[in-house]
Every structure is written in structure tokens, then in C-alpha cells.
């Protein structure tokens, strides 16, 4: 409904204008030492005339729609603030980021709280390098751990498969540890993003509110592919577990037939 209007108000204006530069054109082309029996210049009066029916244009034609386009221009601009970037709702949502800002400064100070537990020195060292959130400290886990736990049993101390599954549980045991080492420091990172990311709302201009959207989104779409990683590598040591549990069931049931075979052999040298 706007543009047409526009349009016809435009084309009022465009006829006004042309009529004027034709009483111009008009004007200068009246020969100029004409003059009537009174003694006035007739120029004048088609002058006055024509000045005369320009400000009637002015003032009927031109006036009201320029009036009609100053009011179309409000009602957008009341459309604008009201409607679709209303002012009370932007200050509502910077307030909102302020407060949240303060939340994070909490939150970040929560997340940094001392848990640190262990007394001896061994299992210190491990902990310190697990509690560190520095992928740094990854390839300390290894030395740290062996140091507490031990390595791998020596062939002449232990069946190879026991020391295959002994070797596999440590693996999996340092392994899940530097992951959450891993999973430490994103998670840092993830919260320094999501504090810059409030203090842009907290001065962003309404247009710029669906860049903001798609940045925080990236951001989302990246901390789930941290969970999922998390996720993989509980299932990974669950997995560990389970099948230690069945290693263990084996191994039981290998004893028990290698004792049942070696009661009946010595059953039988006794009957002899």
C-alpha cells in the first residue's frame, strides 16, 4: 500500500515541476518591450501570474504530499522503534547482558575453586598435572602415572595375556586422563568466548543482533562436539571395564579347566 503512494505523490510532484519550468520557459520567451496601452509591462503580470500559480502549486500540490511523505516516514520510524527494534526491549536485553556478565565473573570464579585433595607426594604430582587445565602438562600424565601405578608386569612375572590386558587398561586409564585434561582447557575457552560474546551484546546496534546469533551458534555447534567427544571417551573406558570384567571370566575359566585337568591327572597317578 506504501509504494504506490509514493509513486502517485512522486509523479504529482514531477507534473508540478514540469509545469513550473514551462511557465519559466514561458516567461523568458514573452518579448520584453511589449507593453500596454496603460503603460504596464505585460511581462509582469504573466510574471505575476505565473509566480502566482506556483505558490498555489506549492501549496496544494507539492505541500500535502511532501506532508503525506513526512507522515508515511514517521509511521516507518514508530514501525521501527515499536515494532521491530522496540527500545525498550534492546535496553531490556543490554541490561539483561550486564547482569549476565556479572553471572559469568561468578561462575568463572566457582569453576576455578581449588580440589586439589591428594598429601603424598606420588599421587600429588599426578593430580596436579590432571587438575592443571594446560594441554601442556599431557605428556607429564604418562611419567606421573607409571610412578604411581606402575608399568607392566615383566614377562617372567606374569602370563602375556595378563600383561596384554594389564597394559590396555593402563592405556585406556592414561588416555581418558588426558582427555579431560583436553576437555579442561575447551572448556576454558568456551567460557572466555561466551564473556566476549556478552560484552559485544551489551554495546551491539539491533542489526548487528543475527551476526551475533550466528557466532554464538558456531560456538554452540562447537562445545557439543566437545561433549560428544567427553561422551566417546566415557563409553571408551566403560568399554575397558566391561572387558576386563569378561578378561577376567576367561581367565577364571582357564584356571578352572587347567585345575580340573590337573586334579584328574593327579587322581589317576594316585589310583596307581
Same mark, same amino acid.
Given at each position: 500500500m506504501e509504494r504506490p503512494s509514493l509513486t502517485r505523490i512522486s509523479k504529482l510532484i514531477g507534473n508540478a515541476l514540469a509545469f513550473v519550468l514551462a511557465v519559466a520557459v514561458l516567461v523568458m520567451i514573452v518579448p520584453t518591450k511589449a507593453r500596454s496601452q496603460l503603460g504596464l509591462d505585460p511581462c509582469c503580470a504573466i510574471i505575476s501570474a505565473g509566480l502566482s500559480t506556483v505558490s498555489n502549486l506549492l501549496s496544494s500540490v507539492v505541500?500535502?504530499? +511532501?506532508?503525506?511523505? %513526512?507522515?508515511?516516514?514517521?509511521q516507518l520510524a514508530n514501525f521501527e522503534q515499536q515494532v521491530v527494534f522496540p527500545v525498550t526491549a534492546i535496553n531490556q536485553a543490554r541490561n539483561l547482558a550486564v547482569q549476565s556478565q556479572t553471572q559469568f565473573a561468578q561462575m568463572r570464579q566457582f569453576f576455578q575453586l581449588p580440589?586439589?585433595?591428594?598429601? +603424598?607426594?606420588?599421587? %600429588?604430582r599426578l593430580e596436579e598435572s590432571l587438575l592443571s587445565?594446560?594441554?601442556g602438562a599431557v605428556p607429564q600424565i604418562t611419567s606421573n602415572y607409571?610412578?604411581?601405578?606402575?608399568?607392566?608386569m615383566a614377562p617372567t612375572d606374569a602370563p602375556q595375556p595378563v600383561r596384554d590386558l594389564v597394559d590396555m587398561t593402563d592405556a585406556e586409564a592414561q588416555a581418558a586422563m588426558k582427555k579431560s585434561l583436553e576437555i579442561d582447557a575447551l572448556a576454558d575457552l568456551e567460557l572466555q568466548a561466551a564473556e566476549q560474546i556478552n560484552q559485544q551484546l551489551q554495546t551491539a546496534a539491533p542489526g548487528s543482533a543475527a551476526i551475533l546469533e550466528a557466532q554464538t551458534s558456531a560456538w554452540l555447534v562447537r562445545a557439543?562436539?566437545?561433549?560428544?567427544?567427553?561422551?566417546?571417551?566415557?563409553?571408551?573406558v566403560r568399554s575397558i571395564e566391561l572387558a576386563n570384567q569378561?578378561?577376567?571370566?576367561k581367565f577364571s575359566s582357564t584356571h578352572a579347566t587347567t585345575l580340573h585337568s590337573?586334579?584328574?591327572?593327579?587322581l589317576q597317578q594316585g589310583a596307581h
Open positions: 505541500a500535502k504530499p +511532501l506532508s503525506a511523505i %513526512q507522515q508515511l516516514e514517521q580440589v586439589s585433595s591428594a598429601t +603424598l607426594p606420588t599421587p %600429588q587445565r594446560n594441554p607409571a610412578s604411581l601405578y606402575g608399568t607392566v557439543n562436539a566437545y561433549t560428544q567427544s567427553a561422551m566417546a571417551e566415557l563409553v571408551r569378561g578378561a577376567q571370566m590337573t586334579g584328574g591327572q593327579l
